[in-house]
Nanobody
Framework: QVQLVESGGGLVQPGGSLRLSCKASGFTLEYYAIGWFRQAPGKEREGVVCISSGDSSTYYADSVKGRFTISRDNAKNTVYLQMNSLKPEDTAVYYC?????????????????WGQGTQVTVSS
């Protein structure tokens, strides 16, 4: 029924760019706040960025602000994460999820329905 599918991950050199996609099925994305999370081996999953429902306000973790951009394409029922100026510390599995709580405090966002994740590796 409710499904989110991430795509677009891969191997990129430091300073490079990737665009991740989060495609929704079984519900309409524009009515939900959507977060991107990431998890590196041995580390806790952390919120990276969140886009609210309604006015689609965006909020970013300090570690990615100015480098990452989240956006919606409601006609395609898809949320994107454009990642520029990638650093080795960005290496992680990236997940999108519906967010139950408020977007404003990115460190505190909590996922509800999750995608399967897509691997991003930043290495020379």
């Amino acid at each position: 029924q409710v499904q989110l599918v991430e795509s677009g991950g891969g191997l990129v050199q430091p300073g490079g760019s990737l665009r991740l996609s989060c495609k929704a099925s079984g519900f309409t994305l524009e009515y939900y706040a959507i977060g991107w999370f990431r998890q590196a081996p041995g580390k806790e999953r952390e919120g990276v960025v969140c886009i609210s429902s309604g006015d689609s306000s965006t909020y970013y973790a300090d570690s990615v602000k100015g480098r990452f951009t989240i956006s919606r394409d409601n006609a395609k029922n898809t949320v994107y994460l454009q990642m520029n100026s990638l650093k080795p510390e960005d290496t992680a599995v990236y997940y999108c999820a519906t967010v139950r709580d408020r977007c404003m405090v990115v460190a505190g966002i909590v996922g509800y329905y999750w995608g399967q994740g897509t691997q991003v590796t930043v290495s020379s």
